[in-house]
């Protein structure tokens, strides 16, 4: 089966959105409407579709020169079957490293079935609402109050504090593109 999802971008070769350089998406659409969120432009639901297996193949075509893939947002889990079709993807046709960003916190992951199914070939799901007020630089929490969610061994938190606050590079485009929990 071949789903689609809606992507607002994505972005080859980032250090700043997870250990190692990465292929990093971000899915279009969130209903979550955290206050300060570093990424508003990614909440309407509007966005190019690709289907899943496309989305996969143009990882999967060059994933020797990534250590993962992150997904963020928008909101990944408002999309979960796509997620948890392009995540069993990327596991079964690469040994890249799978990191989600939601801000969904566990325990309402662990309630619904689909979001639950989405993170089934995660290493590290990075979950809570974004809350301005407890604002962090490092780890990828973006805030204080959301929690890291092993699912594997992979990483560490140590990999993460590692990590770069920010990293700005030049879209194909010539725009500016500026990413990472320092970006906004």
């Keep these: 089966m071949t789903s689609t999802v809606r992507v607002h971008a994505t972005l080859s070769d980032s250090r700043a959105n997870g250990p190692g350089e990465r ?8 209903s979550l409407a955290c206050p300060g969120c570093f990424n508003p432009e990614t909440h309407g639901p509007d966005a190019e579709e690709l289907s899943v297996a496309e989305l996969a193949g143009r990882v999967l075509a060059r994933a020797d020169r990534w250590e993962g893939i992150t997904l963020t947002g928008g909101e990944p889990l408002q999309q979960p079957e ?6 069993r993807r990327i596991r079964e046709g ?3 490293g799978v990191l989600i ?5 566990r325990g309402e992951i662990e309630a ?4 639950l199914a989405a993170v089934a070939d995660a290493d590290l ?8 007020g407890l604002r962090l630089g490092t780890g990828l929490r973006g805030s204080s109050n959301k929690t890291y969610w092993w699912l594997t061994d992979r990483y560490r938190e ?7 606050e920010a990293e700005v590079r030049i879209g ?3 725009t500016l593109i500026f990413t990472g929990m320092e970006a906004a």
Excluded: K, M
């Design 112 to 115: 619904d079935p689909a979001r």
């Design 101 to 105: 960003l939601t801000g969904y916190t």
């Design 172 to 174: 194909a485009d010539g």
């Design 94 to 96: 690469s040994r890249l």
């Design 23 to 30: 292929f990093v998406v971000w899915f279009q659409g969130c």
């Design 82 to 87: 796509a997620v948890a079709e392009l995540c």
């Design 158 to 164: 140590a990999d993460l504090a590692a990590v770069p």
């Design 125 to 132: 799901v990075i979950a809570g609402r974004y809350n301005a």
